[in-house]
């Protein structure tokens, strides 16, 4: 593989990685955005404000958990695809 | 490397071309010279072992927006430069470069690749042609802009410059993207600003070609309107060059004509319309009915035009 085959490669690999990064981060905004509204709605209707506020903290925390641990694993993807890309243009020894 | 590499890469190059500098990324295409599918490297040796039969008089060709060289091969493997060679001698010189990065940047580029030429080719440089489709040839007035202001050695070789399908008054779609682009930011909906995001992602390069801004300073003047505002281009055409302009349409009809060009770029775009400073004599317009934006780099009898423009001294 040339230099330049791999630079492009390691190019590709980071590039796919701030898809992920920066898409996931986008779609949180836009789904913690959404169920804001929903509910900010509910919370303002004294019946079930209390149950909506503990459900509303609940979904902010598995949203948080969810779209982090995406991120987390497409950080460890890409270090992974670093260290093959490294070990596999590696000049043989043979 | 592949065909179908190169046209990706070109592809993304212009879609996103600006952030892969931004971000050091390895997809990033630097400007380089190309032969056959090969950098050439603008040096003394490199130039020699790839012309071995350089000649004193060079055309430069320039790619537009998300493509490469390849853009000027006709279905018999001929272009544009292995035309100019055969018929008049001219040696032709195909520059690839990241087409999404900023015009002024790719004309400052492209200005520090010529001056780097002049001095390791083969021979000495007697005269330049410059020869730019779409973008390319923003890219050519941006170049000569900022080799003027920097006297750089080439731009007295330059006599000519022929211009394919050049947006010289900007493209209008691309307006139209910008102002979809403010109204989907401007509703207050996530999801639409969303939109509004993704569709700002689009590179600097493809941002430049709606008023066709060849430098950093003309962005000041942007604003949400399809029509231009302001019929004089603030950089006109380089005097002591002879400019000469080509369009296409996809019709003689005159409606057709005006409203849709050769589909890509209007024809007042592609001519100049009034905004390219006094002179321009009509002589040295030609437009092309019949012929699309994807068939003008391409074509015999936008080649023969050219040909007889550069006979004649």
């Not at chain 1, 969810?66 to 490294?86: C, F």
Request: proline residues 7%; hydrophobic residues 45%; glycine residues 8%.
């Amino acid at each position: 593989m040339s230099p330049t085959d791999k630079r492009r490669l390691q190019g590709l690999r980071a590039l796919l990685q701030d898809v992920v990064e920066h898409g996931s981060t986008a779609v949180e905004r836009v789904h913690r955005t959404t169920a804001d509204r929903t509910f900010a709605v509910l919370e303002a209707i004294p019946p079930v404000a209390g149950v909506a506020k503990v459900a509303h903290d609940v979904h902010g925390a598995v949203l948080t958990g969810v779209y982090g641990s995406i991120r987390q694993v497409n950080r460890a993807v890409g270090e992974v695809l670093t260290a093959v890309i490294e070990e596999s243009t590696k000049p043989s020894r043979e | 490397m592949g065909q179908k590499l190169d046209l990706a890469l070109a592809v993304l190059n212009g879609a996103v071309g600006d952030y892969l500098v931004r971000t050091d990324n390895g997809l990033a295409l630097p400007m380089d010279l190309y032969l056959h599918g090969e950098p050439v490297a603008p040096t003394a040796a490199a130039l020699s072992a790839a012309y071995p039969d350089a000649t004193a008089r060079v055309v430069v060709l320039v790619h537009g927006l998300m493509n490469n060289e390849t853009v000027f091969a006709m279905p018999d493997g001929r272009d544009y430069g292995a035309l100019f060679r055969a018929d008049l001698g001219l040696t032709p010189l195909y520059v690839r470069y990241n087409s999404g990065l900023p015009i002024a940047d790719n004309g400052a580029a492209l200005s520090a690749l010529l001056t780097t030429l002049v001095s390791e080719y083969p021979v000495p440089i007697e005269e330049i042609v410059l020869l730019g489709y779409s973008m390319g040839g923003l890219v050519v007035r941006a170049a000569t802009h900022a080799a003027a202001l920097s006297a750089a050695p080439w731009l007295p070789l330059v006599r000519r410059a022929l211009y394919v399908g050049t947006p010289h008054r900007g493209a209008p779609m691309e307006r139209v993207g910008r102002i979809v682009s403010a109204v989907l930011k401007a509703i207050p909906d996530p999801y639409t600003r969303l939109i509004a995001e993704v569709a700002d992602l689009r590179s600097d390069g493809l941002k430049d070609l709606g008023d066709a801004d060849l430098r950093h300073e003309d962005r000041a003047r942007r604003g949400l309107h399809v029509r231009l505002r302001d019929p004089q281009h603030p950089v006109p055409l380089l005097p002591g060059i002879t400019h000469h302009l080509v369009a296409g349409s996809l019709s003689e009809d005159r409606w057709v004509r005006a409203l849709f060009g050769d589909a890509v770029v209007p024809v007042s775009s592609a001519t100049g319309w009034r905004s390219l400073g006094e002179g321009l004599d009509p002589s040295r317009v030609r437009v092309f009915p019949g012929l699309s934006h994807a068939a003008i780099p391409r074509s015999m009898d936008v080649y023969a035009q050219m040909r007889e423009w550069c006979e004649a001294r």
